[in-house]
């Protein structure tokens, strides 16, 4: 584990790939000014550059080798302690008013912020190389693609950005020379890695992040949460798409016939293994692809929402994921991944909780002390990732790169509900679709820091994304519905529900394509449904449910609606509309008012 940064010196020809662009140009200077860098490494994302990285990260300890035998070019980093997930409480919007950050934001005057960070930066990257990514986020040729520059002082960063962004030529190339084009600037220093001075900073109106303190993916990978979702939910809005915390998939029938589904679920709740699905035998002919994992753009044409992935790998969590929950994502980090905080074992393999095979008889844990099976601690942390290229996904799907992007069937929201929300129901239209999303709920999990299971409302799995006042976000998202003629049906599902023993009630993993193909029979016209307060409910015989096995009494009790739970759910709706304030579309108190009264409220 390390927290410190010094310099490298890279041979002739490393380091060295300067922009053209005048504006990138100036700006790098100016940070240069303030931080102070011992050099400044100008990174080209090359193979040869890679491996020189590599090679100096295993020398000063960021990296460890793990056995190339077993999982070739394949390393480990492990962060500092304090630093494993993304931090809500430090994350800023920086808009001129407070609220147009809105009331699910923290929020801090520009100006203010700028001063306080300017004073933190001065001189932080002194005796270190200033390291300047350019990358490119979305398909070449899409008209959606942004370009993005990230100074960062850390290795760790540029060796990942490399695997998750498309970076170097292509995106200077798409930036080319015009001084007034859009770029955003990114600025990340680890500083000391001191949670006192860690900072997530969000300026939309200036397309600018600056992140100090911290060396965690989510904080730190400018491109994915901070650009992809916060600026870019920001610019979304002002541009007329959408930037959502969504997977991508495709799923086609036996029978050769295609659909996309994006499905919005907050972190940790299964979105790269719902991406990733291998269907059951009984599901024999069916086929997933992935587009993405974690985060869509979507754009409207002929009246249609279309979806690209703009990430161009995975930085997914890691505990849990085998070959029975995920296959695909299995083979895809057996090679050329970067592993943050598992346990190393003996012969230089990674192991993790939920792992398939034996529990190693000891191993080194995530913070590097011996652990063994008896150990209090887990040897993984439940929020450790790997960072994989999406191309070593055996399930790719073949339009990945395609700009206009892949056409959307059906948005599916979902989230870690232990009871009250049913396996899956329909929305009656679009804009009881917005309704479902907006008053999503989950239990939270490790990915980010704070207690784990507490149930909060996560509106489209946006809550720590949205870059913008929440309840322009709603209105955004009933506009687009007005702008489609031929709009994706709305779906909500839970694959978490318990039953009284405290165990799940679904399979999940591969089993959900049985959940897929309802919603797919759905969007073709052809799927049964029985009407309820809260939308379209299959009954049992609409779901195929052969060759599982699953008890006839937990198929009803997931599909059941529980009047007391809903009456409370629905006081749960108004308590978190009540505390945005008078920001939420009338059209979405239209929507809770209708749903009351199907409960006697
Ligand atoms: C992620 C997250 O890392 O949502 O994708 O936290
Ligand atoms: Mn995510």
Redesign the pocket.
Known sequence: MTNSAPAIFPPKGVGDAKPVNQAVLDWVQEIAKLTEPENIFWCDGSERENEFLIAESLNQDVLIKLNQKKLPRSYLHRSNPNDVA?VEQFTFVCTPTKEEAGPTNNWSDPGEMYDKLRGLLKGAMRGRTMFVIPYMMGPADSPLTKVGFEITDSKYVVLNMRIMTRMGEVALKRLGNDPNAEWNRGVHSLLDVNPERRFICHFPQDNTIISVGSGY??NVLLS??CLALRIGSYLARKQGWMAE?TLILGVESPEGRKHYVAAAF???CGKTNFAMLIPPAHFKGWKVTTVGD?IGWLQIHDGRLYAVNPENGY?GVVPGTSYKSNPNAMRSIAHDTIYTNVALTDDGDVWWEGKDGPVPARAVDWQGNDWTPESKEKAAHPNS?FTTPMRNNPALDPDIEKGRGVPISAIIFGGRRSDTAPLVYEAFDWNHGVYLGATMASETTA??TGAVGRVRRDPMAMLPFCGYNIGDYFQHWLDIGKRLTDPPLIFNVNWFRKGADGKFLWPGFGENIRVLKWIIDRCEGHGGAVKSPIGWLPSPHDLDLAELDIDHNAVDELLQLDHEEWQKEIAGHKEFFDSLGDIVPEELQKQRQQLAAGFDL
Request: charged letters at 35%.
């Open positions: 993304r993916g989510g994915k949460k915390h907050p972190s940790a974690d930085f990732r990915a980010a």
